[in-house]
């Protein structure tokens, strides 16, 4: 039975993670506040000291880590990916592994701006992008409305905003902060895909498995398994060959007529990854065969085909 650190329970990938798992593995949770409905799908479970800026924090649960002999660490948000990536050198020998990806894949899933020169320079379709400007210089460099303004950083819809026209772009400018980009509003939301591989790190990865998929406040609502078309896999091997990425992976695309652009990179286990399980491609699985069962090319196996939808129930904890 393997003990496994999940982080961040009270999040929908911190909770998707542990219902993927279960049986036979012992789950141990980590999260700000004790009360998660995730708490009660684990063993033991803790809650944050303070910030992970305090400089306590890695001391703490590198202990905390040894004492429930934890064999592997898996971030339920990109906030912990990235914590973990930044601190790599120090955690380098502890006793459990953590689920992270390739550098250039984390770094292409943190900045925006990076991934669209990285796909300029690889000559790959990217969605047209600028730096803030004035509407002038967006419409210069984007064409005619609507735009979509996006935080550099971060992934899903957070942040963002669609300006139809020069009086939107005034009114929201002084909303946006600096640390943002423009672009392009291309394709509709029903045209909208997620992607899913575990990378093997040298430039390949599984096959694909591709959700189509209609959102709820930035996340997936509806999905259904799809087939990826030439184009697609053609465009998804460029990527993975680039960012070589390591574990669990996701390119979110638009299809506009028979054109991919891909809207973002996450680098970790998907939020949809309940939803995956379910379809047979259990991600938080397929991190256990590859840190912990030795297996350096995991597959998913028993794939199905067919649509889910998500709804919202209710957790009851008795006094």
């Known amino acids: 039975m393997s003990t496994i650190l999940v982080t961040a329970i009270g999040a929908l990938i911190g909770q998707g993670i542990l219902r993927s798992l279960g049986q036979p593995h012992r789950l141990v949770g980590l999260d700000r506040a004790a009360d998660r409905y995730g708490a009660s799908l684990c063993a033991a479970c803790y809650r944050k000291p303070g910030a992970e800026s305090d400089p306590a924090y890695l001391p703490w649960l590198r202990e905390m880590v040894a004492r429930e002999r934890v064999e592997i660490i898996i971030p339920g948000i990109e906030e912990d990916v990235f914590f973990f990536h930044d601190h790599r050198a120090a955690m380098s020998d502890w006793p459990a592994q953590v689920v992270l990806n390739s550098p250039a894949a984390i770094e292409a899933g943190r900045d925006k701006w990076l991934l669209h020169e990285e796909l300029l320079r690889h000559q790959l379709p990217a969605i047209p992008t600028t730096m803030p400007t004035d509407w002038d210089g967006l419409c210069d460099a984007l064409g005619q409305p609507p735009f979509i303004a996006k935080t550099r950083r971060g992934s899903g819809s957070r942040g963002q905003r669609i300006l139809h026209d020069e009086s939107e772009w005034h009114r929201h400018r002084h909303l946006l902060g600096e640390d943002f980009i423009m672009q392009k509003l291309v394709g509709s939301d029903d045209g909208e895909y997620t992607v899913g591989l575990f990378g093997y790190g040298d430039g390949t990865s599984s096959d ?103 709804y919202i129930t209710e957790h009851f904890e008795f006094a």
């Open 208 to 310: 694909l498995f591709t959700l189509q998929r209609r959102l709820w406040n930035g996340g997936t609502w509806q999905a259904e398994v799809v087939a990826a078309d030439g184009a697609l896999k053609s465009f998804c091997a460029d990527l993975t060959r680039i960012f070589r990425p390591v574990g669990p992976t996701n390119y979110q695309f638009r299809k506009v007529d028979a054109q991919w652009f891909l809207l973002e990179i996450n680098p970790r286990i998907s939020a949809a990854t309940a939803i995956r399980a379910g379809f047979g491609f259990n991600e938080a699985q397929l991190c256990v065969d590859f840190y912990l069962a030795g297996n350096p090319r995991p597959k998913p196996t028993m794939l199905r085909r067919g649509r889910c939808q998500r």
